[in-house]
T-cell receptor
Framework: DAGITQSPRHKVTETGTPVTLRCHQT?????MYWYRQDPGHGLRLIHY???????DKGEVSDGYSVSRSKTEDFLLTLESATSSQTSVYFC????????????FGQGTRLTVV | GENVEQHPSTLSVQEGDSAVIKCTYS??????FPWYKQELGKRPQLIID?????GEKKDQRIAVTLNKTAKHFSLHITETQPEDSAVYFC?????????????FGDGTTLTVKP
């Protein structure tokens, strides 16, 4: 599993509340990614990080922010959750180089009611 | 940006038959093409990948082919088994740059009937 853990695994939250998802890795990998997975849409990149304090937007970044203050933790924050953000969120790392094979965490199922 | 299209969206085969899933991409700069398998309720897992300097790659019953000119690549599974039933995703990216992050296809649900 490349030492990746996501927390929480499941969360139900109310519209308008802030939510933070955590991705923790134990193997000192530089390249980390947050994806969301929705039926019929495959995996879409939200944000990514190429190192501590080095983050940038992916294709579906609106409504999300990230932080990476330590190599091992990559946090995804929904500033004010909306029902359209109900999804399964996967954290991933690349081992070899930027934008290569992704090893995924177990996923977080988020429901916004 | 990159656009990846994957076909078919669903595929049903008899055990022992072959299965082929096809993807096309739009950005000629893409040079890394992984395939992932996702079982129900699990995380996607890399099963094979190919780089643009190679036309074909095999790993036991799985093979991937790449046609750079036509900008398409395919996953071939031979002698399918029920445990091959899963959703398969292709992706394309530009390796080792700050641009060209992975773009995924929408997935193919493969069902292998015993």
């Amino acid at each position: 599993d490349a030492g990746i853990t996501q927390s929480p695994r499941h969360k139900v939250t109310e519209t308008g509340t802030p939510v933070t998802l955590r991705c923790h890795q134990t193997e000192n990998h530089r390249y980390m990614y947050w994806y969301r997975q929705d039926p019929g849409h495959g995996l879409r990149l939200i944000h990514y990080s190429y190192g501590v304090k080095d983050t940038d937007k992916g294709e579906v970044s609106d409504g999300y922010s990230v932080s990476r203050s330590k190599t091992e933790d990559f946090l995804l924050t929904l500033e004010s959750a909306t029902s359209s953000q109900t999804s399964v969120y996967f954290c991933a790392i690349s081992v070899q180089a930027k934008n290569t094979e992704a090893f995924f965490g177990q996923g977080t199922r988020l429901t916004v009611v | 940006g990159e656009n990846v299209e994957q076909h078919p969206s669903t595929l049903s085969v008899q055990e022992g038959d072959s299965a082929v899933i096809k993807c096309t991409y739009s950005d000629s700069a893409s040079n890394y093409f992984p395939w992932y398998k996702q079982e129900l309720g699990k995380r996607p897992q890399l099963i094979i990948d190919i780089r643009s300097n190679v036309g074909e790659k095999k790993d036991q019953r799985i093979a991937v082919t790449l046609n750079k000119t036509a900008k398409h690549f395919s996953l071939h599974i031979t002698e399918t088994q029920p445990e091959d039933s899963a959703v398969y995703f292709c992706a394309a990216s530009i390796e080792n740059t700050n641009a060209g992050k992975s773009t995924f296809g929408d997935g193919t649900t493969l069902t292998v009937k015993p």
